[in-house]
């Protein structure tokens, strides 16, 4: 049995996700928890398309990580999402897509977002505000930055746990691979 290696290449993209993931916990925003919803979701696309393409130990490597993940990822979003207390964020492309509609069409559309999901919401444009010295006068938008809440906090901790329980069904499937397929001399 051969020892556990790894390169620099991979303990660098372990401290990336460790980073990206304290950092969505520490914040706990909408943005935040689509942003690690979509990047756990390509992750296990990725390793299920990695267990296609890949042949002997390394097929049931990627199979236990895209399978473990998945799992954990159906059984928390899934039809049991009200157990757990939480239900799947947007994909991080509805935001840049929110954006534009917000800009295209001000207040032309019905929106049906939830509420508290709103990145870019729907104002009428600023009409030019003068300036009286170093001091703006007028309205200004809403700000786009919202409060952690325990909601999102969830959501983004179920996705770092999907993406956490992929490398142990890696190990577990590492462990049940043969060596080899070759018979013994």
Same mark, same amino acid.
Not at 40 to 44: F, I, Q, S, Y
Not at 140 to 145: E, I, K, R, T, W
Not at 173 to 185: H, K, Q, S, V, Y
């Given at each position: 049995m051969s020892r556990l290696r790894f390169t620099i290449a991979q303990v660098m993209a372990l401290v990336l996700f460790v980073g990206l993931g304290f950092a969505a916990l520490r914040s706990s925003t909408v943005l935040w928890s689509s942003a690690v919803f979509t990047l756990?979701?390509?992750?296990?696309s990725a390793a299920v398309l990695g267990a296609m393409a890949r042949r002997g130990p390394a097929r049931l490597t990627w199979t236990g990580f895209a399978l473990f993940g998945w799992i954990y990822f159906g059984t928390t979003f899934g039809p049991w999402a009200d157990v757990n207390g939480v239900k799947a964020p947007p994909y991080v492309t509805r935001w840049g897509l929110d954006y534009w509609d917000a800009n295209r069409w001000p207040g032309g559309r019905i929106n049906t977002? !939830? !509420?508290?999901?709103?990145?870019?919401?729907?104002?009428? !444009?600023v009409q030019a505000r003068p300036i009286v010295g170093a001091i703006r006068a007028g309205p200004?938008?809403? !700000?786009?930055?919202t409060v952690p809440d325990a909601f999102q906090f969830r959501r983004t901790g179920h996705c770092l746990a999907a993406t956490l329980f992929g490398p142990v069904g890696a190990a577990l499937?590492?462990?049940?691979?043969?060596?080899?397929?070759?018979?013994?001399?």
């Open positions: 756990t979701v390509a992750l296990l977002a !939830p !509420p508290g999901e709103v990145l870019f919401s729907r104002f009428a !444009p200004l938008p809403a !700000p786009l930055v499937g590492r462990l049940l691979a043969g060596e080899d397929d070759r018979p013994n001399p």
